[in-house]
C-alpha cells in the first residue's frame, strides 16, 4: 500500500481528502493543529471503517514539527508516496491595516509551511524516483481578491512554487501541482450571511457554490494521472475564467 500525508485534515477539504485517499487504500495521515476533537473523531469513524488512517499534531511553520510528522510517518509506513499541503488560513481586512503579525502569519501559516514539508519529504520521494505533491491554493492566488492581500500574496506564491519545482522535480518523476478552489462551502466562508451566499450563486455560472468533495475529486486525478505536473487547476464552478 502506498502512504499519503494530508495537512489540515481534520475538516473541510483537508478531510474530503483523506476520506477519497483512504478509499483509494491509502495509508493516511492527517495533521491538526487546533481541532484535535474533529481529527480524532475523523480518524475513529475511518479506522473503524477498516481503513488505515492516524493523525499527527502538527504546527505546520515549525520546522521541528513538519520533521516529526515525515520521521513519523516513514518509522510507521516506510514510505510517504503523496504530499497534499492543504493546511492554511485566511483574513478579510484592509490593506493598510494589516500589521505585521498579519502578513507573518499568513505567509508562515499558507506558503512557508509548504517549503517545509516538501522540503522534509523530498528525500524519500527522490530515493524512490516516484511522488505526487499537491498544494491547495485559492482562485484568489490566481486573480486577486480585495481586502484580502495578505492571503492572495501566499497563494499566489504557493502557485508560483508549484510550477518552479515542477520543472526542477520532473526529471525525477515527481509531479507537482496546484488545486485553486473557487468559493467552496467550507469554516472559511462560515460568515457569509444568506444573502451573501446567493449573490454568489448568481456570479457563478454553474449556479452554486462548491464542496469539499468537489477538491477531493480533482485532488484524487492529479494523484492518480500520470502526465500532468506544474498545473493550477481551479474548481470554481465558472466563476472566474482564464
Known amino acids: ?113 509548504a517549503f517545509y514539508t516538501i522540503q522534509e519529504v523530498l528525500p524519500t520521494m527522490l530515493n524512490a524516483k516516484s511522488g505526487c505533491i499537491v498544494n491547495i491554493s485559492s482562485i484568489w492566488g490566481m486573480v486577486g481578491a480585495s481586502c484580502e492581500v495578505a492571503y492572495s500574496v501566499s497563494k499566489a506564491g504557493l502557485d508560483g512554487l508549484t510550477k518552479s519545482l515542477a520543472k526542477e522535480l520532473g526529471p525525477s518523476n515527481i509531479r507537482i501541482n496546484s488545486v485553486a478552489p473557487g468559493c467552496i462551502l467550507t469554516d472559511m466562508n462560515k460568515d457569509l450571511s444568506t444573502a451573501e451566499i446567493q449573490d454568489l450563486k448568481e456570479d457563478i455560472p454553474l449556479a452554486k457554490l462548491g464542496e469539499p468533495v468537489d477538491i477531493a475529486r480533482c485532488v484524487k486525478w492529479l494523484v492518480e494521472d500520470a502526465y500532468t505536473t506544474g498545473q493550477v487547476i481551479s474548481p470554481n464552478g465558472g466563476w472566474i475564467i482564464v
Open 1 to 113: 500500500m502506498k502512504t499519503a500525508i494530508v495537512t489540515g485534515g481534520a475538516k473541510g477539504i483537508g478531510s474530503a481528502i483523506v476520506e477519497m485517499l483512504a478509499n483509494l487504500n491509502y495509508h493516511v495521515v492527517f495533521t491538526y493543529h487546533h481541532s484535535e476533537t474533529l481529527a480524532l473523531e475523523l480518524k475513529s469513524r475511518l479506522c473503524n471503517d477498516g481503513f488505515i488512517v492516524d493523525c499527527f499534531k502538527t504546527d505546520v511553520t515549525n520546522r521541528d514539527e513538519v520533521h516529526s510528522l515525515i520521521e513519523y510517518t516513514l518509522n510507521r509506513f516506510h514510505s510517504i508516496d503523496v504530499l497534499i499541503n492543504n493546511a492554511g488560513i485566511c483574513q478579510s481586512k484592509l490593506f493598510q491595516d494589516i500589521t505585521d503579525t498579519d502578513w507573518n502569519t499568513m505567509l508562515n501559516t499558507n506558503l512557508t509551511s
